[in-house]
């Protein structure tokens, strides 16, 4: 039995005394998600040639479509000096279909886009998993064991398929100070959003689910947000994967009314280097540029990166520009099945950030309410990165060489609306339309579209 299951375990025996302890009933909640997500991915043909399936296992069309469950139970807390609680969260994905077995499993992943897959890649029929997560508060200070969702700079749960990914371990929260909030955690395990298991954690490049990849079960992560000002904040954070990389992070995010509207700035800046046997070891190294021959080496990279969003009337103007330098792309937790990173280029299918990148990207969105319409909304995000370093075979006729200089680029649209009143008040409905072109070698263009329909219902 690891740590953080053992003290899961003398948590809830605590708990289990004091159950009927006032404050833990009143102030509970349960809420029941349902998600129906559709997804058709278009790998189009680029530098990878011309096969229907290639080299690399990558079908030329993925798409599936499930339904999804998210019944998620929060305590309040017992009375006392230390309160205590409990947390729950069962997720049930159910397969409505995969396009005829289209459903993007490839021979290094264990599931698909949306579903876990069999021994044969064919999708399951569903997949489940629960999640505890005992918790206790003194003053201002809360501690959780067990299932987190940590949205943090160094990490970030994705919630961008039907069921969201989870973490084993645990997080500590303090709001003591005025206008400080102080976190700190260590994470053990991650459950993927297409997968009913905990796994281990890794980053690009060193996925355990390859042949020769490596993990790691540590990652321990703190740092602090302190509100300077009523407009402005400043952030820093710290993560260290064991044995592959040490992160630092250091962020600013300011709000400033400038005539009718608000121009909100966002700075962000990461320094990231190797850490134990990715210093060493080629089986831990991640992805980048590392000369002729040579795919893989150790984390080395520092991301600096600015974003512009001016919001009027309803309308809101972006714009924003990001730097990736070092030999290495920028790392972040990736276990090979689909993850977040705390970017402004963290898009819906690419995340701008391989080594040497220099990003640029412009946003609009508006929001009908401002013309009658409430609850609808619009958006659309180009973004272009060129100076990408990396090795590999460019074109098909040529020999392996640095192919230093490639660019992507990606356009985003997204429609939603949400029901105002009635039988079917807060029903979701959300489209999300993605188109990615790059020459970068081995990578192929892709068209993407999502369909979402949610819809929550309270029981408690």
Known sequence: MNKSTLALAVAVGVLAQQAGAAGFIEDSKATLGLRNFYINTDNRDSDAGTAKVKANGVQSKNEEWGQGFDLRFTSGYTQGTVGFGIDAIGLLGV???TGGGTNGAT?????????PSESNGKAVDNFSSLGLTAKAKISQTELKLGTLQPKLPVIVTNDGRLLPQTFQGGQITSNEIKDLTLVGGQIEHAKGRNSSN???L???GANAHTAAGRDSNKFIYGGGDYKITKD??????YGNLEDFYKQHFLGLVHNWSIGPGVLKSDFRYFNSRNDGANGHDSAYFTTGDYGTGITKGKVDNNLYSGLFLYSVAGHTFGGGYQVSNGNSDFPWLNQGDGSSAYLTTDSQIAKFARAGERTWQARYAFDFAKVGVPGLTAGMVYLRGDNIDTTGKVGAAQTSVNATGRSEWERDLTLAYVVQEGPLKNLGLTWKNAMWRNDIPGQRDQDENRLIVSYSIPLL
């Open 95 to 97: 397969r409505l279909d």
């Open 107 to 115: 021979s290094t992943s264990y599931g698909g886009t949306v579903f």
């Open 198 to 200: 905990n796994e281990e």
């Open 202 to 204: 890794s980053i690009a």
């Open 232 to 237: 402005l904040t400043a952030q820093y954070y």
